[in-house]
């Protein structure tokens, strides 16, 4: 019984069932059923922890923090998502507002512009 709820069964496969509990201590289940201290033990022992050995305990804890941080790290996704969704339609809103000016730019300029200096080397003073 000591070995399962270690976790170190070596006959079973460490399982707190009352067949692996009759399998460890290699008698039959009818000497097990006549064993009713042990039985009474047996069936505290698990009141009091469950039926989880250490191993499936762990196991269980590991299970439980990688979905609160799979749950974490969606709703991060959707964050960055949402806020990626928002940058692509204010860079299209602002493309297209570029299109525009260049567009008005290209129709109100029709003249050229005449430099008011003359070209060529500058005179010093």
Known sequence: MTRLFE????????RLTKENLYKEAQVSRATMNRAHAILAEWDAHLAAHGKATPGEAKRDATIADLKKRLTEKTQEC???????KAAHTAIAALFHDNEALRQQLDKSVSTTVTPIRPRGPRQSR
């Open 7 to 14: 976790g170190h069964p070596q006959r079973t496969d460490g």
């Open 78 to 84: 959707t964050l960055l998502e949402n806020k990626l």
